[in-house]
């Protein structure tokens, strides 16, 4: 089965830094990665995307994040800087590829983590 590694959340004072980590296994041929972002009672929201083709970053984090990993490495990271209380939310790394889901088959489709906590104090 498809399974990530997520990491780098954490509670954090306003203005404050975080750096979210996240590899993904049991996946290949992995066209993009990325991360989205939930807030309480709010819907899922994309913050961030990588591909070979370039890098995407939601408006509401522009200038403030940066993505980048490796996508052979199936790995991503998301460089947080001037956190505000906006951002608390749990967050989930993304891929889509083709993912291992029984023996010897393989599914296109997209992927999500089992997401990590990122608290902004104010």
């Known amino acids: 089965q498809v399974h990530f590694m997520e990491s780098g959340g954490g509670l954090v004072q306003a203005g404050g830094s975080l750096r979210l980590s996240c590899t993904a296994g049991?996946?290949?041929?992995?066209?993009?990665m990325g991360w989205y972002r939930q807030a309480p009672q709010k819907q899922r929201e994309v913050v961030a995307m990588?591909?070979?083709?370039?890098?995407n970053v939601g408006d509401s984090v522009k200038g403030r994040f940066t993505i980048s990993g490796d996508i052979a490495k199936n790995t991503v990271y998301l460089q947080m800087n001037g956190l505000n209380p906006d951002d608390t939310a749990t967050y989930y790394c993304?891929?889509?590829?083709?993912?291992?889901?029984?023996?010897?088959?393989?599914?296109?489709?997209?992927?999500w983590g089992q997401g990590t906590q990122v608290t902004v104090s104010s």
């Open positions: 049991n996946i290949r041929n992995v066209n993009r």
């Open positions: 993304y891929a889509g590829g083709w993912g291992i889901v029984g023996d010897n088959t393989q599914r296109l489709d997209d992927y």
């Open positions: 990588f591909s070979s083709g370039g890098t």
